[in-house]
């Protein structure tokens, strides 16, 4: 039997390892909190930058901006030079219209020079109308193209399905009519009025030269065209220009000759005769459906352009099938193919039209004038592509 003071030496020891034991116990549990705390503090530091990282990536951001900016303002500077370049050039030759360049998607020159009425003293702007002449068959080929494309006719359909009466017409397609290579001899254009059904008599009457697939141009061909737009779509062929084209293409300066005085700023047209400029005859237009009746700005030509070029009017097939020269005179359907451009031309009596854009469609150059012969515009055209080029 254990003595008074032996069980008092045992109750302390058991007090003191139950002290030991709760000391361990804390110390352990004080090492895991601090593990706890030391990991997930160390995920935190992963996953935010520091001081140092941030300062290095906003100076990183900053150095990008100031980058870009210093690049937009290099380009901006070039597009104000070529700008003074170009006014400066069309100026020197005496250019009388409306030039309209885009670079890049830039506009480098949109403005008037010149007058568009010299008795009143009111000068060409970026909104003066023009007749644009044979530029306008490349309207007349998107319709055709957008119809074949609907399934209302074929390129490669014999005219005669359209017209049983017209002149080897079995022989002849629609491709020979927009390519200019239908061997007919066309309408000799008088000065009254006419209608649609008495011209396409006049032109079969005519008769042909030769077989089809010889270029020999002719303003008939698109003439033709024009009235089996209006036979086949159920429109006229203004409606159906103004619906499918100029409204999609937002073209709210174009339009048909009747209504040409009705736009704010109507250009008239001059001829050079000895030196000065005289307003020649315009016969009734009329005698051009289809190839020679449609007016608009600069604006509205480009906006044509950049419509085609940006598909909006027809698909990357027609595309293609326009700007394949049909012939070996290079042109196309509405347009003349050269090795990096293309482009048309349109000549009325007062007006000279030239429209043209680069292949990658990142240039185009529109030159509207109204002095019929004051400058050969296939050279001027050529020069502001130098001039856009030089650096």
């Not at 315009?282 to 352009?305: C, E, N, R, T, V």
Request: hydrophobic share 30%.
């Amino acid at each position: 039997m254990t003595s008074p003071a032996s069980r008092r030496t045992a109750k302390r020891r058991r007090r003191k390892l139950n002290k030991r034991g709760k000391l361990l116990l804390g110390f352990l549990a004080a090492m895991i909190c601090f593990t706890i705390w030391n990991a997930l503090h160390r995920d935190s530091e992963g996953n935010e930058p520091s001081q140092e990282t941030a300062a290095a990536s906003d100076s990183g951001q900053k150095k990008e901006v100031k980058k870009k900016t210093a690049k937009k303002t290099e380009e901006q500077i070039k597009t104000v030079d070529r700008n003074q370049k170009i006014s400066h050039y069309l100026n020197e030759i005496g250019f009388s219209g409306t030039a309209m360049i885009v670079r890049n998607g830039e506009i480098v020159t949109h403005k008037g020079f010149g007058y568009a009425d010299r008795k009143h003293h009111i000068p060409n702007n970026p909104l003066t109308s023009f007749y644009v002449g044979s530029s306008q068959k490349a309207l007349i080929a998107t319709a055709i193209l957008q119809l074949e494309e609907k399934g209302k006719l074929q390129t490669s359909d014999p005219v005669s399905a359209y017209l049983p009466q017209f002149p080897n017409g079995q022989t002849i397609t629609l491709k020979n009519l927009l390519t200019h290579t239908s061997g007919i001899h066309g309408h000799v254009e008088g000065n009254g009025a006419i209608t649609p059904d008495d011209l396409i008599k006049d032109i079969e009457r005519q008769g042909i030269k030769r077989q089809p697939g010889v270029w020999d141009y002719q303003d008939s061909n698109y003439s033709v065209l024009a009235y089996i737009v209006a036979e086949v779509s159920g429109e006229s062929y203004e409606q159906y220009i103004t619906n499918h084209i100029f409204k999609p293409a937002k073209m709210t300066h174009a339009g048909f000759y009747k209504t040409y005085h009705k736009e704010p700023y109507p250009a008239v047209g001059y001829k050079l005769k000895g030196g000065k400029p005289i307003t020649p005859y315009m016969p009734d237009l009329s005698q051009l459906y289809g190839a020679g009746d449609i007016y608009m700005s600069a604006s509205d030509m480009y906006k044509f352009d950049q419509a085609l070029i940006d598909g909006k009017l027809y698909s990357q097939k027609s595309y293609k099938k326009m700007f394949t020269p049909g012939s070996s005179s290079t042109y196309g359907m509405g347009f003349y193919i050269a090795s990096g451009s293309y482009s048309n031309h349109g000549v009325m009596p007062g007006f000279n039209i030239l429209n043209s854009f680069s292949k990658s469609g990142q240039t185009i150059v529109i030159l509207l004038s109204n002095i019929q012969n004051n400058a050969k515009l296939g050279q001027v055209n050529n020069k502001i592509y130098q001039l856009l080029n030089q650096e």
